[in-house]
């Protein structure tokens, strides 16, 4: 753990950071199943006060499922994906409307933002994305960001939105990112039992580790503090400070206080490599040899056809692929400058065997993550 000085002094970015992505689950916004308009309005109340000081917000907001039960008539969250896409689809109209006319009582807009899997895994996709996030936010509007769940499934199975809320962090250069939930931070043992006791701080590597080892993420019971630690993860390794409170608290935890802390593990990450590593699906995996290896990992070079020896996948080139030792280790990621289709031809070759318009390496350096 850090002093308690460094703590203090890392901890008041909060309260001045100049932009900061909130994340509040379904869990925080209902009550008994429904919608709590009560619960709405406290955050808005807190989000206002931030964009009147002049900082500014960007909201990551789960709940569209809630808000469709009661108009489908449903008597409590439905189980078949069928009918949480219908309410998704009914839910995120309301939801929507339920935040646009909390936030103009202080005569703010809000811009609505859905987003799939496949938006951040495309390139092409993430980077309007940030167009659009910033072109929103110079134009002072709100941006309150859902996972589209009518056509996504992946938020729907797994019941949160804390991942794409770290993705999003890095997407608009966030300088902060607190996660809202049910319970007022990360625990040492399950809160609801006699003896535990509050994390405070998380300021290393290593201590992140420990909470993961130990297996922190149980102790609500619903895997929903485990998802909020690997978000943390991500935000952190990529220079971005987080806070994890309950909704409640959620003016104190602006401002710093109360809660979990995670402090930046890292340094801030390049747009396109975080982009790599964190928001894009392997389409197929290169397999090297022990040389190949040692070049991408220990000497950070380009990786050449000839230190391939095995290609599997559908991709084309762009795309992202895995690199992997002969043992199967998946050792980086990267984008490759070939087809799968042209690959078997190439592989052991070296560069000069090759005809001249497909002399290049296969995964450049500069378009490589290592693990």
């Given at each position: 753990m850090t002093t308690t000085e460094a703590v203090v002094v890392t901890r008041s970015a909060l309260a001045t950071?100049?932009?900061?992505?909130?994340?509040?689950?379904?869990?925080?916004?209902?009550?008994?199943?429904?919608?709590?308009?009560?619960?709405?309005?406290?955050?808005?109340?807190?989000?206002?006060?931030?964009?009147?000081?002049?900082q500014q917000v960007v909201l990551v907001s789960s709940g569209a499922?809630?808000?469709?039960?009661?108009?489908l008539g449903l008597k409590s969250r439905p189980r078949d994906l069928a009918t949480q896409q219908a309410a998704a689809?009914?839910?995120q109209l309301l939801l929507a409307e339920r935040y646009?006319?909390?936030?103009?009582?202080?005569?703010?807009?809000v811009g609505q933002v859905l987003l799939t899997a496949d938006d951040l895994h495309r390139r092409g996709h993430y980077r309007n994305a940030v167009r659009t996030f910033e072109r929103l936010l110079a134009?002072?509007?709100?941006?309150?960001?859902?996972?589209?769940?009518?056509?996504?499934t992946h938020e729907i199975r797994f019941g949160d939105n804390d991942r794409l809320a770290a993705l999003v962090a890095h997407l608009v250069q966030a300088d902060a990112l607190v996660l809202l939930s049910?319970?007022?931070?990360?625990?040492?043992?399950?809160?609801?039992?006699?003896?535990?006791?509050?994390?405070?701080?998380?300021?290393?590597?290593?201590?992140?580790?420990?909470?993961?080892?130990?297996?922190?993420g149980s102790n609500i019971g619903t895997g929903g503090m485990a998802t909020k630690i690997d978000a943390a993860g991500i935000a952190t390794g990529a220079g971005i400070p987080v806070l994890l409170t309950d909704a409640a608290s959620i003016s104190a935890g602006l401002g710093g206080i109360g809660g979990t802390f995670f402090a930046p593990l890292g340094r801030r990450t390049a747009s396109r490599l975080f982009w790599l590593r964190h928001a894009t699906t392997p389409r197929g995996r290169l397999v090297l040899d022990p040389g190949a290896v040692t070049a991408v990992i220990v000497k950070r070079t380009s990786l050449l056809p000839a230190g391939i020896t095995a290609v599997t996948g559908d991709f084309s080139s762009g795309d992202p692929v895995e690199l992997a030792d002969e043992g199967g280790v998946v050792v980086a990621r990267g984008l490759v400058?070939?087809?799968?289709?042209?690959?078997?031809?190439?592989?052991?070759?070296?560069?000069?065997?090759?005809?001249?318009?497909?002399?290049?390496e296969a995964v450049h350096r500069d378009d490589l993550i290592v693990w």
């Open positions: 950071a100049g932009r900061t992505v909130v994340k509040v689950g379904s869990s925080s916004l209902t009550y008994r199943g429904r919608l709590d308009p009560a619960r709405i309005e406290s955050l808005v109340d807190a989000l206002a006060a931030r964009r009147a000081a002049g499922i809630a808000a469709g039960i009661g108009p689809s009914v839910g646009a006319a909390a936030f103009a009582r202080h005569g703010l807009t134009l002072g509007v709100i941006p309150i960001v859902n996972e589209n769940d009518t056509v996504a049910d319970i007022d931070g990360l625990y040492s043992s399950d809160p609801r039992k006699p003896g535990a006791e509050l994390v405070s701080d998380i300021s290393s590597v290593e201590d992140l580790a420990l909470v993961r080892v130990g297996g922190v400058a070939f087809d799968s289709d042209d690959m078997p031809a190439l592989l052991g070759k070296r560069t000069r065997d090759l005809p001249q318009e497909l002399r290049r």
